[in-house]
């Protein structure tokens, strides 16, 4: 296909990124089939085709803020080291139709990794990716950190594989510290292993208020300890705005008490659309906190609103 830059732009707008492209880089296993395609087929110069997520990132990192863009292969890329994200506009894209869970263009790990994948740049697309997290290890305590800002996630699975970290209370499957971040069609945890504590995605003010908006997600756990929560608001969280579109909260295992910890909910808002539900709580937030629990597009009474939210008849703590 013609020279290096339509082949860029043809794979932009297959892979619908929505913008023009800067450089177009790609990470795949030298011995895996893909790369093979990539080198003989589509003729990437080996300036652009990397074995490593690390090396396409250091690549397409060095013209910073430029739509730069990783096409990850459909193979498993296994880490020993943490991610970290520290470029602005550099984008990491999985070469796999969009789905919700177990993607085939995969990041996994072989050592113990305390935080997977840390995003502190702002303006970056992470898409059609599957994160396996977790070992038998109790200090592998969170999945993805994001403190960058205007960062955008779409059909991306969150995993944690394995029982150990979830038996940890600081665990935190996804933590969030900055403004403006965007969910669409996530997939959060999965409904196998046992979720003893911690929380699947907790809300920080790291560096801005976490301002963010999840739409069309799946939140799913199997809990066998009623103390753990879907999410958590810290103290010092900050004024945000929090909302869900569409976004169904579901646990298997044990009914946990609560499904949103509000410690911090003072000056920080959650709304759910009426399009969301949870299912396994007995309660969505303690009745001390309902105000700043909004459900649908009109006005409700905080009694009314946990009972819009929940899945039971009376969810007011």
Not at 214 to 228: H, S
């Amino acid at each position: 296909m013609g020279n290096l830059r339509e082949h860029e732009v043809h794979s932009a707008a297959i892979a619908q990124l929505g913008f023009i492209p800067g450089e177009i880089h790609y990470a795949a296993l030298g011995s895996g089939v893909p790369y093979g395609f990539l080198r003989d087929n589509r003729r990437i110069p080996a300036s652009r085709l990397h074995t490593t997520i690390v090396d396409a990132y250091d690549a397409a990192g060095r013209q910073n803020g430029n739509n730069n863009v990783i096409f990850l292969s459909p193979d498993c890329h296994v880490q020993t080291v943490g991610l970290t994200f520290n470029k602005n506009l550099t984008h990491l894209v999985g070469m796999y139709p969009e789905a919700f869970q177990n993607q085939r263009s995969r990041i996994d790990h072989s050592a113990t990794i305390a935080s997977f994948l840390v995003v502190t740049g702002y303006g970056n697309l992470f898409k059609n990716l599957y994160f396996m997290y977790g070992s038998a290890n109790a200090t592998d305590l969170n999945c993805l950190t994001d403190t960058g800002g205007r960062n955008t996630y779409m059909n991306c699975h969150f995993l944690v594989e394995h029982t150990t970290p979830v038996d940890q209370a600081a665990f935190d499957l996804v933590r969030l510290g900055s403004n403006e971040l965007y969910f669409k069609n996530c997939f959060f945890g999965n409904d196998t292993v046992a979720w003893t504590n911690g929380n699947m995605i907790e809300f920080q003010a790291t560096t801005d208020p976490p301002r963010a908006i999840f739409e069309n997600c799946i939140f799913l756990m199997n809990a066998d300890n009623a103390q753990v929560t879907f999410l958590k608001a810290i103290t010092g969280m900050g004024r945000c705005l929090i909302m869900f579109k569409n976004c169904q909260f579901i646990n298997m295992g044990t009914t946990l008490t609560l499904a949103i910890d509000g410690t911090g909910l003072s000056n920080g808002r959650m709304y759910f659309d009426q399009l969301c539900s949870f299912w396994g709580v007995t309660d969505v937030v303690a009745a001390a906190k309902e105000a700043y629990v909004l459900c649908g597009a009109a006005t409700y009474t905080a009694a009314a609103t946990s009972n819009l939210l929940g899945s039971a008849v009376d969810h007011t703590a």
